[in-house]
C-alpha cells in the first residue's frame, strides 16, 4: 500500500495554484444554468488539520496558503471556498480539492471521487459525508474511464496523483488520450511538481504531441519547502481550458514571481 500522506503537504504552494485554478474554473463552468459533473482520480482524505502536528512538522501550509491567501480578493472563487471549508469545520481547516470542489458545485451537479487507500478513503467519506458524492474506493484511472463520459456530460476531470508511483510519469499520457477520446468536451485537469531533475518533462513532451489545440500549461516556480528538497514548482495542464482561465493562470505567475523575487 502506498505511503504517502498528504496531511504533511496540505496548503502548500503547489496546493495554492492548483486549488486557485480548480476553483477558477468550476466558478466558470458553474455560470451556465446546466448541470455538470466533477470527477477526480486521486481524492486523498479531503479534509486536513493545518494545527496537526504533521502540517506544523514541514511549515509548508505556513509558507504557503497562510502567508499568501490575502493575495486573493475576498470573492475569488478559491477564497470563497476556503472560507466555506472553516465554517463548516474549524478555524485551521483546509479542504483539499473534493471539499474545495464541492463548495462551488451546485444541487444538480454529480461528484465522483476515487481514493484506494483505506485510511484515506475512510476520511474522504467522512468529509464529504454532508454532500451529495459518489466516492469510489478503487483505482482512480479505472474509476474515472468507467464513468466517462459521464452524465451530464459537461464537466471537469483532475487527475492528481502523488507521484509516488514513478510509472505515473509514463501512463499519464495514454491515459488522459484514452480518456479524451471518450469525453472529448470534458475539461481534463493534470497536476504535476516540477523537479529539480526534470522528471515531469518527457510526461509533458508526450502530452503536447498529442496536439491538443485548446490545452493551457501553467507553472509557477517557487523556493523548495526545505534544503534537499526535489520540487521547485508546480503545474497544470488542461485540456479544453475553459474562457477565461488564461487571465487566472497570469495573476498567479505574478503573485508567485513576487516570492522568488
Not at 474549524?90 to 470542489?101: H, M, Q, R, V
Amino acid at each position: 500500500m502506498l505511503s504517502y500522506q498528504h496531511i504533511y503537504h496540505a496548503g502548500n504552494l503547489a496546493d495554492v495554484q492548483k486549488h486557485a485554478m480548480l476553483c477558477s474554473m468550476l466558478e466558470y463552468l458553474g455560470q451556465k444554468p446546466k448541470p455538470m459533473s466533477y470527477i477526480e482520480t486521486h481524492s486523498g482524505r479531503g479534509l486536513y488539520d493545518l494545527s496537526s502536528d504533521e502540517a506544523i512538522k514541514t511549515g509548508e501550509a505556513a509558507a504557503g496558503i497562510s502567508m499568501v491567501e490575502q493575495a486573493f480578493v475576498p470573492e475569488h472563487p478559491y477564497r470563497r471556498a476556503l472560507q466555506a471549508v472553516r465554517d463548516g469545520f474549524g478555524e485551521t481547516a483546509y479542504g483539499g480539492s473534493p471539499l474545495l470542489a464541492a463548495q462551488l458545485l451546485r444541487g444538480e451537479d454529480k461528484l465522483h471521487l476515487a481514493e484506494l487507500h483505506p485510511k484515506e478513503g475512510d476520511a474522504l467519506e467522512d468529509a464529504m459525508s454532508m454532500f451529495s458524492c459518489k466516492i469510489h474506493r478503487q483505482d482512480g484511472f479505472d474509476m474515472a474511464h468507467a464513468v466517462c463520459p459521464p452524465t451530464p456530460r459537461r464537466g471537469l476531470l483532475l487527475i492528481d496523483p502523488s507521484y509516488e508511483i514513478k510509472s505515473d510519469y509514463d501512463v499519464i499520457p495514454g491515459q488522459i488520450a484514452k480518456l479524451h477520446r471518450k469525453w472529448n468536451v470534458g475539461v481534463i485537469a493534470l497536476w504535476y511538481p516540477i523537479l529539480r531533475d526534470g522528471a515531469h518533462l518527457p510526461m509533458l513532451t508526450a502530452l503536447e504531441f498529442q496536439n491538443y489545440p485548446k490545452a493551457l500549461r501553467h507553472e509557477v516556480r517557487f523556493p523548495p519547502a526545505r534544503e534537499g528538497h526535489r520540487m521547485i514548482g508546480s503545474g497544470m495542464f488542461i485540456v479544453n481550458a475553459p474562457w477565461g482561465i488564461e487571465q487566472e493562470a497570469k495573476s498567479l505567475t505574478k503573485m508567485f514571481n513576487k516570492l522568488v523575487s
